[in-house]
C-alpha cells in the first residue's frame, strides 16, 4: 500500500499517513469512552456521597461496572493503540505495519466495546469489572470484552511488525529509542496479559452460554488478575514512557543512563506474571509461602523497577535544566520549570501522584499480612485512583496537549484554561485517592451502595470519621470530574474549533533518523563532561523513601493491634 | 540526544552508571529485601498471620456441617428473624455460612481465647469484613477457609460484607458477640 509521510513543521517529527489516522481514530474513541466514564464517575460519586445517595442500588452497580469497563478497559486500551502506532512508526519514521489489519482492530475493540457497554446497559451484568464467578452476566457482556481484547492485541502485533519494518527498511541507526522500548514492554506485557485473560474470559462466556457447567472461584480469581493487575502495568509502562517522552520534548531531557531505564523497562516484563498474586492474599487456598514470594511482583523486583524510573524521570529533567543554566540551590531548576505548560504540569502532577500515593500505597496494600487490613475496602480504589487515574490517565491527559497541535494540526482553545485542568484535575483526584484510603482505612467496604446498611438486621455505625471521608470522597470526586470534563471539553472544543495548523511538507519516502554524532558519543564516553548532578532529585527521591517507610510501619502498627490471627 | 531518538551512544550498555544512581539503586534494592523480610519475620514472630488451613468443599457439605454445629451450641435467638446465637466452645470450632445476604449465625466468644472459626460462601464470593477491627478476609463458594481468631476485646462487632454480591449487598451485615 502505497503512502505519505508528512514532517511536522512546529516538532520535526513525522507522521506516516495511515498511522497517524489511526491513532487520531483511537484517541478520539478512547476520549468518548472518558466521556461515558466520566459521567458514570459522576453518578458514582454522587451516590456514595452519604448526604446525596443519588441512585437506586440497582442503577449504582450497574454504572458502577460501567465505570471500570469504560475507564480501565475501553479509555486506556484506545488511548494505548494511538500510543504504541505512535511509538513504533512516528519515532522511527517508517510506515505502519499492516495498516488494514490495523482498521480491523480497530473496529473490533469499537464494537466489543458497544456490545459489552450494550450488555451493562441493559441491566443484567452489573458484575463489576471483576465479573466475579458464579455471579453471571450476559454472554455478550464476556463477549464484548473479548473482541477488545483481540483488537488490542492485533494492535500489539502491528507494534512489532513495524519495529520489524523500520529495522529492516533502516530508518534509524542503533537501538531503538527509549521510549519505543518502553512502549515495547508495555506491548510485551500486553500479550501476556491479554493471553491470560483469554484463557479465563473465554470459559467465562462458555460458561454463561451453558457449555460449561463450573468455574472454580478462587481459580477464577487467580487467572482474571493475571489479566486485571497485568493490564495495569501495561498502563505503568506506557504512561512512564510518556513520563521520558514529555521530559524528553519539553526539555530535550536526555536518560541519566540508558542502561539503567531499560533494565528497569525489563524488570518489568520479567514479574509481571505474578502480579496476579496480590490479589489473592486474603484468600483461601493460597500457602503463605507462595503469597510472600510472589507479594508486589516477586520479591518487590516490579517496585525496585519503578522506584529507578521515580528517580531518572526527574533525574533527567534536573540535568536538562541544570545544562540550561538553572543552576542554583536545589531546586531552581523545578522552580523555573514551565509550570504553566499543561504537558509539563500535568506530566509532574502524574509522576509525583503516582509515587507517593499510588506506589507507597501499592506497596503497603500488597503486603501479605497488611492486606488484611485493606482488602476489599474503599482503600483499594483509593490506591488505584492514585495510579491509574493520576498516573496514567493524567500522563494521556498531559501529552494530549502535545498531540492536539502535532497530529490533529489545530491550536489548543482558551490556552488559560488549559494551564488550570491539569492542576484541577490532578490535585483533586490526588486529595480523592487520599480521603478514599482515608475511609478505606476505617474500614468502609468499596463497591458498597449503603453504608447505613438500610434493611440489614442489625445496626452498625461507622465511626464519624469515615463519614467525614466520604464527605470529602464526594467534594473531591465532584471536583476531579470537573477537571476531567474540562479537558474533554478542551481537547474536543480544540479539534472543531482550533486554528488550524501548518501540517508541514509530505513527501512520498520516510525520512530517516540522522545517525547520532560521534562527538557528543566520545564525551560522554569519558564520563565528567557530561554528566550532571541531580541533588536536588537526590533529595525528592531520599523524600519518597522516607515517607514510603514511615507509611509501611505504622501499618505494621496497625495491623499489630488487631485481634490475633493464625 | 533524548529519550525519543536512538541513543546517542551506539555501545550504551557499555557506558558506566553514574555513583548516584547506583546508590539509589542499591538503597531501593535494600528496601525491597526488607519489605520481604519484614513478612517471614512476622510469620515467625507476628501475632496476625491468615491462616493457610483450607479444603475444597461444596455448599451443601458446608452447610450441613455448620447447621449441626448451631443445632447443638445455639444459647438463644435474636431479631425478629430469630437469628440463632451460638456459643463457640472456647478453643473449638465455630461455622459462619455466608449467604445472599446474610452471615449466618451470629457467634459468641470469649476474650483471649482461640477459636477455629470455619468460613464458606453458599452462593456467590462474599467478603468477611470485621468492625470496628477492621480485618477483612475473601469468602469463597467451594472454599472452606479455617482462620484462627483470638479475639482481644469484649464487645459486640459487626460483619460487613465487602465483596459485592449483588442488589441485597448492603443489608448483608452479621454480628459476633465478644465476653
Request: proline share 5%; net charge neutral.
Amino acid at each position: 500500500m502505497s503512502t505519505t509521510y508528512r514532517t511536522c513543521p512546529a516538532s520535526g517529527l513525522q507522521f506516516e499517513n495511515q498511522a497517524e489516522k489511526l491513532m487520531r481514530w483511537n484517541a478520539v474513541v478512547g476520549v468518548l469512552w472518558l466521556l461515558v466514564g466520566g459521567i458514570t464517575a459522576l453518578l458514582v460519586i454522587l451516590t456514595r456521597w452519604p448526604a446525596i445517595k443519588l441512585l437506586p442500588a440497582d442503577q449504582f452497580y450497574m454504572i458502577l461496572t460501567a465505570h471500570g469497563i469504560d475507564m480501565i478497559i475501553m479509555w486506556i486500551l484506545h488511548f494505548e493503540m494511538a500510543v504504541l502506532y505512535f511509538a513504533s512508526s512516528t519515532l522511527l519514521r517508517c510506515r505502519l505495519a499492516t495498516p488494514k489489519l490495523a482498521w480491523v482492530a480497530f473496529v473490533l475493540m469499537v464494537v466489543g466495546g458497544i456490545m459489552c457497554n450494550v450488555a451493562i446497559f441493559q441491566g443484567e451484568s452489573s458484575v463489576m469489572f471483576t465479573s466475579y464467578v458464579p455471579m453471571q452476566a450476559a454472554p455478550h457482556f464476556y463477549l464484548g470484552i473479548i473482541l477488545v481484547a483481540v483488537g488490542a492485541l492485533i494492535g500489539c502485533g502491528i507494534f512489532f511488525g513495524t519495529l520489524v519494518v523500520a529495522k529492516k527498511e533502516q530508518t534509524y541507526t542503533g537501538s531503538i529509542p527509549l521510549v519505543t522500548f518502553g512502549a515495547m514492554t508495555a506491548a510485551i506485557i500486553a500479550v501476556f496479559t491479554i493471553a491470560a485473560g483469554a484463557s479465563i474470559l473465554l470459559p467465562t462466556f462458555f460458561w454463561s452460554v451453558g457449555l460449561i457447567k463450573e468455574i472454580d472461584a478462587e481459580l477464577y480469581r487467580m487467572v482474571w488478575w493475571a489479566l486485571g493487575h497485568s493490564s495495569q502495568q501495561v498502563n505503568v509502562a506506557a504512561h512512564v514512557s510518556i513520563w521520558y517522552l514529555i521530559a524528553a520534548v519539553v526539555f530535550g531531557a536526555k536518560p541519566l543512563s540508558e542502561k539503567v531505564s531499560r533494565f528497569a523497562f525489563l524488570l518489568y516484563i520479567l514479574f509481571l506474571q505474578l502480579a496476579s498474586a496480590h490479589h489473592l492474599l486474603s484468600d483461601p487456598g493460597m500457602s503463605a509461602e507462595w503469597k510472600v514470594l510472589n507479594t508486589s511482583y516477586f520479591m518487590y523486583f516490579a517496585v525496585l523497577a519503578s522506584m529507578i524510573h521515580g528517580f531518572t524521570v526527574p533525574g533527567a529533567i534536573e540535568a536538562a535544566q541544570r545544562k540550561k543554566g538553572f543552576t542554583n540551590g536545589l531546586f531552581e531548576w523545578l522552580r523555573k520549570a514551565p509550570w504553566g505548560n499543561p504537558v509539563f504540569s500535568g506530566m509532574f502532577i502524574s509522576l509525583v501522584g503516582f509515587g507517593f500515593l499510588g506506589g507507597i500505597s501499592g506497596v503497603v496494600l500488597g503486603t501479605e499480612q497488611i492486606n488484611m487490613l485493606m482488602h476489599n475496602t474503599f482503600y483499594v480504589p483509593g490506591h488505584f485512583h492514585a495510579t491509574v487515574v493520576v498516573g496514567t490517565t493524567l500522563a494521556f491527559m498531559s501529552i494530549t496537549y502535545l498531540l492536539v497541535p502535532l497530529l490533529f494540526r489545530r491550536e489548543m482553545i482558551l490556552p488559560k484554561l488549559c494551564q488550570i485542568q491539569p492542576y484541577l484535575y490532578g490535585i483533586s483526584m490526588s486529595v480523592l485517592g487520599l480521603v478514599m484510603m482515608g475511609a478505606g482505612t476505617l474500614g468502609v467496604s468499596r463497591r458498597h451502595w449503603d453504608m447505613a446498611f438500610s434493611g440489614a438486621p442489625f445496626q452498625y455505625e461507622w465511626p464519624g470519621a469515615a463519614y467525614l471521608m466520604m464527605g470529602l470522597t464526594g467534594i473531591f470526586g465532584v471536583l476531579a470530574v470537573l477537571g476531567g470534563a474540562l479537558w474533554i471539553v478542551l481537547v474536543v472544543g480544540s479539534l472543531l474549533f482550533g486554528k488550524k495548523l501548518e501540517g508541514g511538507a509530505v513527501s512520498d519516502n520516510p525520512t530517516p533518523i540522522p545517525a547520532a554524532q560521534p562527538v557528543a558519543a566520545s564525551a560522554s564516553h569519558t564520563g565528567s563532561e557530561e554528566h550532571v548532578a541531580v541533588p536536588g532529585t537526590v533529595v525528592l527521591a531520599s523524600l519518597l523513601l522516607v515517607s514510603f517507610i514511615l507509611y509501611y510501619f505504622v501499618n505494621w502498627k496497625y495491623l499489630s493491634e488487631v485481634w490475633l490471627l493464625s | 540526544m533524548s529519550a525519543i531518538l536512538p541513543p546517542s551512544e551506539r555501545l550504551w550498555w557499555k557506558q558506566p552508571i553514574d555513583k548516584t544512581e547506583w546508590a539509589w539503586i542499591g538503597i531501593a534494592f535494600i528496601w525491597a529485601m526488607t519489605m520481604f523480610g519484614m513478612m517471614i519475620y512476622w510469620h515467625i514472630y507476628g501475632k496476625q498471620n491468615l491462616s493457610n488451613e483450607a479444603y475444597k468443599t461444596t455448599p451443601e457439605m458446608f452447610a450441613a456441617k455448620a447447621e449441626k454445629f448451631i443445632a447443638e451450641n445455639t444459647v438463644r435467638t435474636e431479631t425478629d428473624q430469630n437469628i440463632p446465637v451460638v456459643k463457640v466452645p472456647a478453643g473449638g470450632d465455630g461455622y459462619l455460612i455466608a449467604r445472599l445476604w446474610n452471615w449466618y449465625p451470629i457467634l459468641e466468644l470469649e476474650a483471649g481465647k482461640q477459636y477455629k472459626i470455619h468460613l464458606s460462601s453458599m452462593d456467590y464470593q462474599h467478603g468477611f469484613s470485621l468492625q470496628p477491627v477492621n480485618i477483612n478476609i475473601q469468602v469463597l463458594p467451594g472454599y472452606e477457609h479455617v482462620v484462627k481468631m483470638t479475639p482481644t476485646k469484649s464487645g459486640t462487632y459487626s460483619i460487613v460484607c465487602n465483596e459485592y454480591c449483588g442488589i441485597g449487598h448492603h443489608t448483608m451485615l452479621g454480628r459476633i458477640y465478644v465476653k
